[in-house]
């Protein structure tokens, strides 16, 4: 199973590559939502910081979830 899967201590840096690769991805469509679509946030002081929230984009497309990533700064779950 340990060749398949490696070690547990293999495992647990999994999650600091994710958490850059997270933040990598949000800095870029940030900044490319920014330059290219003129992406402007409003009321997002209304979201609780220490609690969790629902988001329901209002229509369906392939860039909803990266444009609604760039414009929340906590990490989003699926």
């Known amino acids: 199973m340990?060749?398949?899967y490696?070690?547990?201590e293999d495992r647990g840096n999994?999650?600091?590559?994710a958490r850059f690769m997270?933040?990598?991805g949000w800095i870029f469509f940030?900044?490319?939502?920014?330059?290219?679509w003129r992406l402007r946030i409003i009321g997002l002081q209304n979201l609780p910081k220490?609690?969790?929230?629902?988001?329901a984009a209002n229509h369906t497309s392939y860039s909803d979830p990266p444009l609604i990533g760039?414009?929340?700064?906590?990490?989003i779950f699926y």
């Open 22 to 24: 997270y933040r990598a």
């Open 14 to 17: 999994r999650g600091a590559i």
């Open 70 to 75: 760039a414009c929340i700064t906590s990490p």
């Open 6 to 8: 490696g070690s547990s």
């Open 2 to 4: 340990r060749e398949k």
């Open 50 to 55: 220490n609690t969790g929230v629902i988001i």
């Open 30 to 36: 940030r900044a490319m939502f920014k330059t290219f």
